[in-house]
T-cell receptor, first 115, second 110 residues
Framework: NAGVTQTPKFQVLKTGQSMTLQCAQDMNHEYMSWYRQDPGMGLRLIHYSVGAGITDQGEVPNGYNVSRSTTEDFPLRLLSAAPSQTSVYFC??????????????FGEGSWLTVV | DAKTTQPNSMESNEEEPVHLPCNHSTISGTDYIHWYRQLPSQGPEYVIHGLTSNVNNRMASLAIAEDRKSSTLILHRATLRDAAVYYCILMKGTASKLTFGTGTRLQVTL
């Protein structure tokens, strides 16, 4: 059972570079989302998706793009990396069913440093 | 979106019970109360959830106030491995946007 898989686990970028954080889930979940977590802080929602072809912005969307062409994959693109985007990124997924049996599954995180 | 409020940090001695509070005064009738915890350098993991009645599982118990405006996560015997940040969130069936607060950082000492 793979669950939610994020790659890469660690990445160092130079300011201005672009990159994509990959996220894949094998649970056929409708909902997927990306969070960032700065040191000593809680999780902040970047973007989310309620299904293939549908995405929307969260609390801190600036500087990031997402797309959802398949149910399984939800990549996060950094368009032009800035030091302020140094953070740990978590991908999460959950089913679209009733919340009585609906739990969120998180990936292990991607540690990104922008120098 | 309905918000939750938790203390920033709490401390406990090992082998003692821990009661982690969460206030959610604007909860709606269809919101489920979920708790997650985040161990150091890991992604959050599910702990427990409930709607109106108290709930027990192998990890913890969840006590929900009668008016549902607050809840308490109970760890019956804290261990060093329970040291983590605990998040209380409200989940609707149709909601697609889930926001996490800063959670409660639990320290467990010998």
């Amino acid at each position: 059972n793979a669950g939610v898989t994020q790659t890469p686990k660690f990445q160092v970028l130079k300011t201005g570079q672009s990159m994509t954080l990959q996220c894949a889930q094998d649970m056929n979940h409708e909902y997927m989302s990306w969070y960032r977590q700065d040191p000593g802080m809680g999780l902040r929602l970047i973007h989310y998706s309620v299904g293939a072809g549908i995405t929307d912005q969260g609390e801190v969307p600036n500087g990031y793009n997402v797309s959802r062409s398949t149910t399984e994959d939800f990549p996060l693109r950094l368009l032009s990396a800035a030091p302020s985007q140094t953070s740990v990124y978590f991908c999460a997924s959950r089913s679209g069913g009733p919340p009585s049996g609906n739990t969120i599954y998180f990936g292990e995180g991607s540690w990104l440093t922008v120098v | 979106d309905a918000k939750t409020t938790q203390p920033n940090s709490m401390e406990s001695n090992e082998e003692e019970p821990v009661h982690l509070p969460c206030n959610h005064s604007t909860i709606s009738g269809t919101d489920y109360i979920h708790w997650y915890r985040q161990l150091p350098s890991q992604g959050p993991e599910y702990v427990i959830h409930g709607l109106t009645s108290n709930v027990n599982n192998r990890m913890a118990s969840l006590a929900i106030a009668e008016d549902r405006k607050s809840s308490t996560l109970i760890l019956h015997r804290a261990t060093l491995r329970d040291a983590a940040v605990y998040y209380c969130i409200l989940m609707k069936g149709t909601a697609s946007k889930l926001t996490f607060g800063t959670g409660t950082r639990l320290q467990v000492t010998l």
